[in-house]
């Protein structure tokens, strides 16, 4: 290969290692490589199996090393971040590079969930959690930095390999306290309310009440003192905190 | 702050028990900063402990100097701002590529040819121009060999042209010794001692009797030792960092492998 250019050596090289095909290459011995074809493979599978181990006990082991092998000669990754391999695994898992593989229905929903407390986890936030008192009546609220809302088409938190689970919205709040990455379940209208918390900017509770009542057809006296009730639990973990005006 | 004495690579999985570590023990990490870098929560706060406490370098995996993909100009930024931000002062990289058509996440052997060095060296510029250092480049483990050149004549004309220095790692010279069959010895004499910034120690495997590979998930091979060694007697005590990546031993094991650079350094002839 000495008469070709470092690029076009380097496009035919790069083609041979993320081949599925085994045959050989020339001028590089097959043994040789092997050892490449390995030692990328392996390191891009140990990437995912790493973040996204459920995943990986929920599907056939041909089928996941299917779907890696596709990731890796298929998706053209752009970050350069390790951390961020995993977002690149669900932006492959979304194009059509995935749709041939036949996968379950439940899997981005499950790989989005186990990415979600991976980049909890790793966050890097701007500020730091409010401890400050908060007067529910009067305060002006919105959440913490550190908490996520994530609506999903699985019950995604209760998929074990030995339990399948069937289609349901499923509405999940994940936050990190002390370093340390919890969730809870919400129902659809306490996901409604704490979105609005999130976006909130200068309504009060009462105001936020209002106008989700009326945007779901509900009376205001029906949803204002569950809403209190649910929101004094947040407050208790500490999820939203008070805007200063 | 700047690096001395011997280091060892800071891990995630190991980031309790490193953070333990006393500068007694330990005289500087080494850290990939494509792990560390844009990460909050409890793996940022020991990160930031730790770099109030040991001098840093960072090693990093993603440059892709040798690359036919465009240069991340931007990625070359925020690795210069990480640096700013933590004070650590050292910035290697592999003389190597990773990409082609998107990230592959580990090394390739870059063709030794003329046109290869023409664009590494210009690469190199562009990257120390930002960073507003010289650039450290180490020597890799490969298994394959393309182009006209030794990996000796590439090496020693990207660096005499470029301006960059060598993170000189003697597992590498040893274990590409044995996989293209040239001399190691001859291949750490004749490269030039200003431009030796650093070195990094390892374990490899042994695949063949004629093919070795570069895992970090051993320990040092009394070969390799030699040839720090000899490094040492040719160019000086520098700096040395022992890599271990995989099967992890116990701490004390780990520092075992420390003491004895330490020991090499103290007894180093020079």
Known sequence: MSDLNFRAIQQAFTDAIRSEDQSDFQGIEARRLAVYRELFFNNV?????????????????????????????????????????????????????????NLPDFTYSLAHWEWMELFADAYEAQTEVSVEAIQLDSDILTSIETAWLQAYEYPVHQ??????????????????????????????????????????????????????????????????????????????????????? | MVISGSGLGLRRGMLEEMSLLTPEQVDFFEIAPENWMNLGGRFGKAFRALTERFPFACHGLSLSIGSSDPLD???????????????????????????????MYDLLPIPFTQDAIDHVVSRIQTVQDILQRPLILENVSTYAKFGEMTELEFTKEVVKRSGCEMLLDVNN??????????????FIKALPTKAIHYIHIA?????????????????????????????????????????????????????????????????AYV
């Open chain 1, 45 to 101: 599978e140990g990437f995912i199996s790493g973040t996204f181990p459920v995943l990986k006990e929920c599907l056939d082991e041909n089928l996941w090393q299917k779907m890696v092998r596709e990731f890796f000669i298929k998706h053209e990754c752009e970050t350069p971040y390790f951390l961020e391999i995993s977002e690149e695994f669900l932006a492959f898992l979304q194009s059509e590079g995935a749709s041939s593989l």
């Open chain 1, 159 to 245: 998929i074990t390999p030995e339990e399948s689970v069937e289609q349901q919205a499923t509405f999940l709040l994940v936050y990190r306290k002390n370093e340390t990455v919890n969730f809870i379940e919400l129902n659809p209208l306490s996901y409604l309310l704490f979105q609005a918390l999130q976006n909130n900017s200068n309504q009060t509770i009462t105001e936020i009440v209002k106008e989700l009542s009326a945007t779901n057809g509900l009376s205001f006296d029906q949803l204002i003192n569950g809403a209190m009730e649910i929101i004094a639990h947040w407050s208790d973990l500490q999820l939203i905190k008070k805007i200063h005006q």
């Open chain 2, 73 to 103: 100009i931007e990625f070359v930024k925020a690795v210069k701002a990480f640096m700013d931000t933590h004070g650590i002062e050292t910035y290697s990289e592999h003389l190597s590529y990773c990409s082609h058509n998107g990230h």
């Open chain 2, 173 to 186: 010279v040893f274990v590409n010794s044995i996989n293209h069959s040239y001399d190691p010895v001859g």
């Open chain 2, 203 to 267: 374990g490899h495997y042994d695949e063949a009797d004629d093919l070795k590979v570069d895992t970090h998930g051993a320990p040092v091979k009394d070969d390799v030792w030699s040839l720090l060694d000899l490094a040492y007697e040719i160019h000086g005590v520098k700096p040395t960092l022992l890599e271990r990546d995989f099967n992890f031993p116990s701490m004390s094991e780990l520092l075992g492998e420390v003491n004895q650079i330490k020991d090499r350094q103290e007894g």
